[in-house]
């Protein structure tokens, strides 16, 4: 997830609000995750039964258990990139800029400063020439 900065005129407003959202979404993903843990053993343990039962072939089984852990993470991932799409929602509508926007606009404002220096020296030379003559 992004990182995040707030102007002076509002030290811990802004900041705050945000972090609180991110509290609460990295919690509910956390409680998710530990649920499809949770949820993966309780399915290795049912698998197992199967085997043993002979309903399904430990080869079936495991094949059961990696389909389902496979899912699992590829619906966290989802979840993940939902929760920092939702955040980058609320990081704009609080008028918060992202550390690369900031990165970016530090870029350009290097950018700019050397384009200043090389006008003011072109500027200078053609004086030094004047002053010359």
């Known amino acids: 997830m992004s990182d995040v900065s707030t102007s002076d005129s509002d030290p811990g407003g802004a900041r705050s609000a945000v972090s609180g959202l991110r509290d609460v979404i990295?919690?509910?993903l956390m409680v998710g995750l530990g649920a499809a843990s949770i949820t993966i053993d309780r399915l290795q343990a049912v698998a197992d039964e199967?085997?043993?039962?002979?309903?399904?072939?430990?080869?079936?089984?495991?094949?059961?258990?990696?389909?389902l852990a496979a899912r699992s993470k590829e619906e966290a991932k989802s979840a993940l990139r939902t929760a920092d799409s939702g955040l980058q929602a609320a990081y704009r509508e609080l008028g918060l800029s992202?550390?690369?926007?900031?990165?970016?606009?530090?870029?350009?404002?290097?950018?700019?400063?050397?384009?200043?220096?090389?006008?003011?020296?072109?500027?200078?030379?053609?004086?030094?020439?004047?002053?010359?003559?």
Do not use: M, N, P, W
């Open 26 to 28: 990295e919690r509910t």
């Open 50 to 67: 199967f085997v043993r039962r002979g309903q399904l072939s430990k080869e079936e089984g495991r094949q059961l258990v990696d389909d």
């Open 98 to 133: 992202t550390k690369r926007e900031l990165e970016d606009l530090e870029f350009r404002i290097r950018q700019l400063e050397h384009r200043i220096d090389l006008l003011e020296r072109q500027a200078d030379d053609r004086t030094d020439r004047g002053s010359e003559v």
